[in-house]
Nanobody, 119 residues
Framework: QVQVVESGGGLVQPGGSLTLSCAAS????????MAWYRQILGSQRELVAG???????NYADSVKGRFTVSRDNTKNTMYLQMNHLRPEDTAIYYC?????????????WGQGTQVTVSS
């Protein structure tokens, strides 16, 4: 059974840093595109950052220059280094992963990890 599990959330002061991890397991299929999304209660889930299998990142404008997404394909793990955090970054952060088997692709979501930025 495919699992996508986030870790690393917590409470941090404004201006602080936090690193999230997302580990994918339980599949012998190839791990394709991975991304971080976030959702504030009452709002739609939004893309924060994503990374292709060869390491090419993409970012939401709101986090460019502050967040860095990366992945370790040997560990099937993606990371999100978050610096200069702001109160508006407070949200549940979800990991999104696309798997592929020959020409068939499917996706999976993690359960989410809470990030709270507050003094």
């Amino acid at each position: 059974q495919v699992q996508v599990v986030e870790s690393g959330g917590g409470l941090v002061q404004p201006g602080g840093s936090l690193t999230l991890s997302c580990a994918a397991s339980g599949s012998g299929d190839s791990l394709d595109y991975m991304a971080w999304y976030r959702q504030i209660l009452g709002s739609q889930r939004e893309l924060v950052a994503g990374v292709t299998p060869d390491g090419r990142p993409n970012y939401a404008d709101s986090v460019k220059g502050r967040f860095t997404v990366s992945r370790d394909n040997t560990k099937n793990t993606m990371y999100l280094q978050m610096n200069h955090l702001r109160p508006e970054d407070t949200a549940i952060y979800y990991c999104y992963a696309v798997f592929s088997r020959l020409t068939y692709k499917y996706q999976n979501w993690g359960q989410g990890t809470q990030v709270t930025v507050s003094s």
